[in-house]
Nanobody, 125 residues
């Protein structure tokens, strides 16, 4: 059984930065693809960024490159999402998700089988 737990969300002013964490536990090992998604109120879930656990391949959602950066700490089995220059339109629940490593890295939420519970990010003007 694999568990993903996000943390680091909060209420911030526009222009601020936040770093979200996603801690993986259970039998996830060290080779799963990890993606970040977000869902704003009344909108569909949106892809932000994903990478292979080894970090050799990173893909971004539309308009996400530049302000969002994904990274990982192997020792802590943790993936981070660094978010800079946050704007009110970035307000959403942010989720991390896991995809089996022998599959192609993906932007589609249906391709991810492990999900965290989400962490709320609220940006005010």
């Amino acid at each position: 059984q694999v568990q993903l737990v996000e943390s680091g969300g909060g209420l911030v002013q526009a222009g601020s930065s936040l770093r979200l964490s996603c801690v993986a536990s259970g039998s996830i090992g060290d080779t799963y693809h990890i993606g970040w998604f977000r869902q704003a109120p009344g909108k569909e879930r949106e892809f932000v960024v994903a990478f292979t656990w080894g970090g050799r391949n990173t893909i971004y959602g539309d308009s996400m490159m530049g302000r969002f950066t994904i990274s990982r700490d192997y020792a802590k089995n943790t993936v981070y999402l660094q978010m800079n220059s946050l704007q009110p339109e970035d307000t959403a629940v942010y989720y991390c998700a896991g995809r089996k490593p022998w599959l192609v890295i993906s932007r589609r939420q249906d391709d991810y089988i492990y999900w965290g519970q989400g962490t709320q990010v609220t940006v005010y003007a």
